[in-house]
C-alpha cells in the first residue's frame, strides 16, 4: 500500500500567550500563574526572548478545573 493513499492527518496549532496576555484575558494575577507552576499545574511551552509563552488550551484546562 502506498503512503500516498494515506489520508492526510492535520495539526491543530494551539495558541500561545503570555503571562501579561494570560493576566488580561482570564483576570488572573502573576502571583496565580506562578502558583499554577510551582504546583506543576501549568509549565511553559518555551520562551521568546525573556517571555514565558504558554499553551492556551492549558492555561483554559487549568482554569476549568480549578488551580
Not at 488580561?24 to 499554577?36: D, L, P, Q
Request: overall charge positive; charged content about 35%.
Amino acid at each position: 500500500r502506498s503512503l500516498t493513499n494515506q489520508p492526510k492527518q492535520t495539526i491543530e496549532e494551539d495558541e500561545m500567550l503570555t503571562a501579561r496576555e494570560i493576566r488580561e484575558k482570564y483576570k488572573v494575577s502573576r502571583v496565580t500563574i506562578w502558583r499554577m507552576e510551582k504546583n506543576g499545574l501549568l509549565a511553559s511551552c518555551g520562551k521568546v526572548g525573556n517571555r514565558a509563552l504558554y499553551s492556551k488550551r492549558e492555561i483554559e484546562r487549568v482554569i476549568r478545573h480549578g488551580a
